[in-house]
């Protein structure tokens, strides 16, 4: 089985920055595709960014060149380094590991942008 656990989440101010870390422990095998996922009250979830097993990276529109997806040099952790936070960047983030023919989320962490 695989298990999926996202972090770093908190309180920040507006333009202040924040890092998720979602780790996956288990049967991974090779280089998965992973996404990161947000929902904000009363809003359906959202792709914010995701990278794949090739490397290519995408970005959902109101996010790029504001927030960059990479993983580590082991392949077990995702990371989503985000920069000039605004208040409609609040929600709570989510991590998908897709693996083999399966999705795999995590609980998710919350990301509160207010001064």
């Known amino acids: 089985q695989v298990q999926v656990v996202e972090s770093g989440g908190g309180l920040v101010p507006p333009g202040g920055s924040l890092r998720l870390s979602c780790a996956a422990s288990g049967n991974i095998f090779g280089m998965n595709t992973v996404g990161w996922y947000r929902q904000a009250p009363g809003k359906e979830r959202e792709l914010v960014a995701a990278i794949y097993s090739g490397g290519r990276t995408k970005y959902g529109e109101s996010v790029s060149g504001r927030f960059t997806i990479s993983r580590d040099k082991i392949k077990t952790t995702v990371y989503l380094q985000m920069n000039s936070l605004k208040p409609e960047d609040a929600a709570v983030y989510y991590c998908?590991?897709?693996?083999?023919?399966?999705?795999?989320w995590g609980q998710g962490t919350q990301v509160t942008v207010s001064s």
């Open positions: 998908k590991w897709v693996v083999g023919a399966y999705d795999v």
